[in-house]
């Protein structure tokens, strides 16, 4: 795929290249950064049971639960030629199975129906080629809704004002009972002199019941002629549109825009640019929010060479800021790093389809990255585990909990000539490292070392499930956990032989009351630190966060000058 077909996305002509697509696949298989680090096994690998070349299946992807959906807006259904189509597949114990094939009731050939998102038991699906009553391509959108395992077909969304070549349904977005649609080339304001309109805008519609209403139209302050305003993402009242064509720092540099909602009147709050904006940059080509925090691709950005690409973190600490700029460990000209993004929490994917890596040009890849307080670190690599040249992977990502997936629009099942383009999904599950001990356990007045070790799932989302254990703790003492997310350290805890093993500041556990026999080394501790957190915000860390733990516990009888003890440390990773 030339770069000038690529740049062609932004400008949206009526031969417009298919957006991204939503799956899930085993086929992958990643890089994980060092030794101890978070990491992560290829899981499934989903293609259309009825695939066929060219379908693009995986050009937008997208997943809520166990829930997955796939859009192949070339694929040729009864409807007509690339009438387009969605995949749903439910992950069901430990395999994915395609449990429906969602198509338009009223298609026809050449609507692109394959822009998807979903929520729960809803999915939107957009048309944006589909022929209204506005006019050729003014485009359309779909709301299905899953009861008892069934999908149906709830209502189709069109635009109150919908007219010729809108390309409304060109991207979705769902939260809850609220859709927002971009119609990135809708003509909403009087065009630059000699110049073309496309200014964009984006629909947002609710549901009341089983039925959905317009309940705003939201354009840009100001809304320039060629802007294509339409990549777009919700998290509750907040809404963010990218403009990826935007002149105002220099030719196709692009911005976003923030709007928040009171009632059902949508208020611009910010527009946002990179630090470092540029010319043929495209921000604000793929968005996401989560919670205050914005996540935006800019796939043209030439940090590490034309087309090398970027993607930026802003936050709302009052006003948007830029938080930091991401980029790729080993950035090349032409990666097209940012192409698609989602954010998720702590969890920040991007897509780099161009990637060049296992002596293979273009074959494409992802990234997560992971934040730890304001800093964003990247963790692990996402690949095809048989990489050929045009599987455009990471194209599109998504993520929910520890489950990742990337579509591959170019990729083909095993044994499929290559070059098809049936397309194809990657599914990946996100592990988490085993904890580690380290430091010195004290010696207490009867030569008693205690030791603490973890067992379960660290969470930071979780009502129970990981558990401190301690054992070899003076019997019949009184004792509690301690914790900390600002490293490891070995500070002598008075003059005895304990040592303070986690950085301060700390935040301690309830007390617990001591077992065994006194005198004897045969006392023991547990706590779980899950439902500590979910009973006690302020003292979560946050999925994401890396935390030292230690067991503090009474030893009056220490010749020391203190008249406690410390067991030795374990560190370990928070997942969501």
Not at 31 to 46: D, H, V
Not at 58 to 86: C, Q, Y
Not at 563 to 569: E, F, G, K, M, R
Request: charged share 15%; with cysteine; proline share 5%.
């Amino acid at each position: 795929m030339s770069i000038d077909t690529l740049r062609r996305l932004f400008r949206i002509t009526s031969t417009l290249l298919v957006s991204l697509a939503i799956l899930a696949a085993f086929c992958g298989s990643l890089m994980a950064g060092p030794q101890g680090s978070l990491t992560a096994q290829a899981e499934a690998e989903l293609y259309a049971q009825d695939g066929l070349p060219e379908d693009r299946l995986g050009s937008v992807v997208a997943m809520s639960g166990n829930t997955a959906v796939l859009g192949a807006p070339l694929d040729d259904t009864p409807k007509g030629v690339d009438s387009g189509s969605a995949y749903v597949f439910e992950h069901i114990g430990s395999t994915w199975k395609e449990e429906a094939r969602l198509l338009a009731p009223d298609g026809a050939q050449s609507d692109f129906f394959g822009s998807v998102a979903i929520d729960g038991d809803t999915i939107v699906v957009g048309a944006f080629h589909a022929d209204t009553t506005g006019g050729t391509d003014a485009g359309a959108a779909y709301v299905f809704v899953r009861t008892a395992g069934v999908w149906e077909e709830q209502q189709k969304l069109m635009a109150s004002d919908g007219n010729q070549d809108d390309l409304f349904g060109k991207f979705v977005a769902i939260a809850g009972d609220t859709i927002a649609v971009g119609a990135p080339l809708d003509d909403h304001a009087p065009g630059l002199p000699g110049g073309p309109a496309g200014q964009g805008s984006v629909y947002v519609f609710v549901r009341s019941g089983s039925s959905w209403s317009e309940q705003a139209k939201v354009t840009a302050s100001p809304a320039l002629a060629g802007d294509q305003f339409g990549p777009a993402d919700l998290d509750g009242d907040l809404l963010i549109v990218g403009a990826p064509v935007n002149d105002a720092m220099g030719t196709e540099a692009g911005t976003a825009f923030m709007f928040t909602r009171s009632g059902s009147q949508w208020t611009q709050e910010a527009q946002l640019f990179p630090q470092d904006a540029g010319a043929h940059h495209y921000f604000g080509g793929s968005v996401s929010l989560s919670d205050n925090r914005a996540l935006i691709g800019a796939l043209g950005n030439d940090h590490a060479g034309t087309d090398s690409g970027a993607a930026y973190i802003f936050v709302d600490n009052g006003t948007w800021v830029e938080e930091e700029r991401l980029v790729a460990p080993n950035p090349k000209p032409g990666d097209l790093f940012g192409y698609f993004v989602i954010l998720d929490g702590i969890w920040a994917i991007v897509g780099v389809p161009q990637d060049d890596h296992s002596g293979k040009a273009g074959v494409g890849s992802a990234f997560l990255f992971v934040r730890n307080g304001a800093n964003w670190s990247e963790t692990v690599m996402f690949k095809n585990a048989i990489p050929r040249k045009g599987d455009f992977f990471g194209g599109s990502v998504s993520i929910d909990g520890a489950t990742v997936l990337v579509g591959a629009s170019g990729d083909e099942p095993e044994g499929v000539p290559t070059s098809t383009n049936q397309g194809a999904g990657h599914v990946f599950h996100l592990v988490l490292p085993p904890p580690m001990a380290y430091c010195t356990a004290g010696t207490s007045a009867n030569g008693c070392q205690a030791s603490v070790s973890g067992n379960g799932v660290p969470s930071g989302g979780t009502a129970s499930g990981f558990w401190l254990d301690s054992s070899g703790v003076e019997g019949g003492k009184n004792g509690l956990y301690f914790f900390g997310a600002n490293g490891r350290q070995a500070n002598p805890w008075g003059n005895g032989t304990s040592y303070q093993c986690v950085v301060p500041p700390v935040k301690r556990a309830g007390l617990l009351s001591g077992t065994g026999t006194i005198g004897q080394c045969d006392g023991t501790f547990s706590q779980d630190l899950n439902a500590l957190w979910s009973t006690t915000p302020a003292k979560n860390p946050g999925a994401g966060a890396v935390v030292q733990a230690q067991l503090w516990y009474r030893d009056p009888l220490n010749t020391s000058n203190q008249t406690t003890s410390l067991s030795d440390a374990i560190e370990f990773a928070v997942g969501p």
